[in-house]
């Protein structure tokens, strides 16, 4: 295991300007056995907000500031609500490189290469395909960076919003009108994107025809970064393991629809997760196992015995200088 009191004595002077100055999604990639990343937060509610409001504030979609608040209002937590940020996050089980998206997390996490001999993370939630227009899984990358896209929708696609009583042109020129917004990547898939959206109230949902929307802030920001050959890696994982210095957390999103039999077998998958990462199921709190899956929150939550040793210390409090409210 990586010496905690090492790796964050290099990094104070990074996490220092991280809480000052960068954006609140960009943290430092911890080393190879610590998963855990970012911190959650809480913030007041205002008068005017809906979670809609406070989730894109936060760097967050919809279906996760919804599952980390249960019972709130979405359209009117009411002023002085301490909403829940679920701004900390497992890593996928992937290679650490590139771009990786977990579908059923919907959120993306990309890779950067290694600034000033750190390398660091940033995540964005985004919007997937529905049902009946899923998102694929496996290994692509980026094959084209298009500012100010147009939109040709496909034959399909134009029958649909015909039935509705929209009828699309053969293509959507570039500007506030298109869905596409004004950055796309373009992935080695045919016919499928990274894009923003003219939309951005839709980011962590099941609303698009198979590719990925971003909020047109992260959108900007990702296209301005990545570069043509850039791997992207579509995963399923709605239950997640991670450690960090002896403790053992588990992170649920609700399992994909079609993915059928993943969430009446999730106990089994858990267990078969935990043995990948040599946790005896002997020390694991089951019941908080169960209560996670019964209620997700999309947090990650602890679910062996706490370490309390000071290097587990050391780990804790630089963190919570990233704690920044709203």
Aim: charged share 20%.
């Amino acid at each position: 295991m990586t010496a905690p009191h090492t790796w964050l004595r290099s990094l104070l002077p990074l996490l220092g300007a991280l809480a000052l100055h960068a954006r609140a999604d960009t943290v430092p990639l911890p080393p190879s056995d610590v998963d855990l990343i970012g911190q959650v937060k809480v913030v007041t509610a205002r008068h005017e907000d809906t979670l809609l409001d406070i989730a894109r504030r936060g760097g967050l979609g919809y279906t996760e500031i919804k599952m980390a608040n249960r019972g709130v209002d979405p359209w009117m937590p009411g002023e002085g609500t301490q909403v829940v940020l679920p701004t900390q996050h497992i890593l996928p089980m992937a290679p650490r490189e590139g771009i990786v998206i977990n579908i059923p997390e919907m959120r993306l996490y990309y890779y950067l290469p290694a600034r000033g001999g750190i390398p660091q993370v940033e995540t964005y939630p985004i919007s997937i395909g529905r049902y009946d227009w899923r998102t694929p899984l496996g290994v692509t990358q980026i094959t084209q960076k298009v500012p100010n896209p147009t939109w040709t929708p496909p034959e399909s696609i134009r029958i649909e919003h015909a039935a509705k009583g929209d009828i699309l042109p053969p293509v959507v020129p570039a500007g506030p009108d298109n869905p596409l917004g004004q950055f796309a990547l373009r992935l080695g898939v045919p016919g499928y994107l990274i894009h923003g959206t003219n939309k951005p109230y839709g980011i962590g949902m099941r609303v698009t025809h198979g590719c990925l929307r971003l909020y047109p802030e992260d959108i900007a920001t990702l296209f301005n970064q990545v570069t043509p050959g850039v791997k992207v890696n579509f995963v399923s994982q709605p239950y997640k393991i991670g450690q960090a210095f002896g403790v053992t957390y588990l992170e649920v999103h609700p399992p994909l629809k079609e993915e059928k039999g993943r969430r009446e077998g999730a106990l089994g998958e858990i267990a078969r997760l935990l043995a990948s990462r040599g946790v005896a199921t002997a020390d694991v709190d089951w019941v908080a196992v169960r209560r996670e899956l019964a209620k997700p929150t999309g947090i990650p939550v602890p679910i062996t015995q706490p370490d309390d040793s000071p290097q587990l210390d050391a780990y804790r409090k630089p963190h919570e200088t990233l704690a920044i409210g709203r």
